[in-house]
């Protein structure tokens, strides 16, 4: 069984940038069949897909938030990470790190996710 | 971009009665859909893929119909554990999820 969770910090100030990781036990990032992917929920309301990232390093981001994401992987410690950069009080929200399949972005596994609150 | 509108935004259902959840699509996502369902404090799981397939460990009375631009989740007969918030999901084009519906006790 896939377990996803992620950690950072739940506080961060405006105009700074929301650093996340996600920790993958009981499966691989490496694995070729999945991408991993972080997507989140303000409070109250939808989620939203901010992008994910490919055992090779490619990724895809989501067009309204391209200029501010950046994913990356670390095979070596099974994590993936997410930046978001120039955060504003709309960037507060809970934050899921998840598995989707290669074959389409079905979200099969997910993080119990985390709150990040945009303050000063 | 791809709209996904799910309607009602509420629907208020006694258990063991039967549940139809819509969404739509604002150009065809194909067979591209899935839905989830949220409960408080919890990630989503998920119920459905390609308009259709149950997930793993999903039960009978969730099913899923539709093609193009129109969409239906069923609850056959509702049980206690199924109130909830509902999400249908296109991956035809960049993934969107529906705003939501919210199964509640009648």
């Known amino acids: 069984q896939v377990q996803l969770q992620e950690s950072g910090p739940g506080l961060v100030k405006p105009s700074q940038t929301l650093s996340l990781t996600c920790t993958v036990s009981g499966g691989s990032v490496n694995s070729g069949s999945y991408y991993w992917t972080w997507i989140r929920q303000p409070a109250g309301k939808g989620l939203e897909w901010i992008g994910r990232i490919y055992a090779s390093g490619s990724t895809n981001y989501n067009p309204s938030l391209k200029s501010r994401v950046t994913i990356s992987v670390d095979k070596s410690e099974n994590q993936f990470s997410l930046k978001l950069s120039s955060v504003t009080a709309a960037d507060t929200a809970v934050y899921y790190c998840a598995r989707t399949t290669v074959a389409g972005a079905v979200v099969d596994f997910w993080g119990q996710g985390t709150l990040v609150t945009v303050s000063s | 971009d791809i709209v996904m509108t799910q309607s009602p935004a509420t629907l208020s259902v006694s258990p063991g009665e039967r549940a139809t959840l819509f969404c739509r699509a604002s150009q065809s996502v194909s067979s591209n859909l899935a839905w989830y369902q949220q409960k408080p404090g919890q990630a989503p799981r998920l119920l459905i893929y390609g308009t259709s397939t149950r997930a793993t460990g999903i039960p009978v009375r969730f099913s899923g119909r539709g093609s193009g631009t129109e969409f239906t989740l069923t609850i056959s007969s509702l049980q206690s554990e199924d109130f909830a918030v509902y999400y249908c999901?296109?991956?035809?084009?960049?993934?969107?999820f529906g705003q939501g519906t919210k199964v509640e006790i009648k």
């Open positions: 999901q296109q991956y035809n084009d960049w993934p969107r």
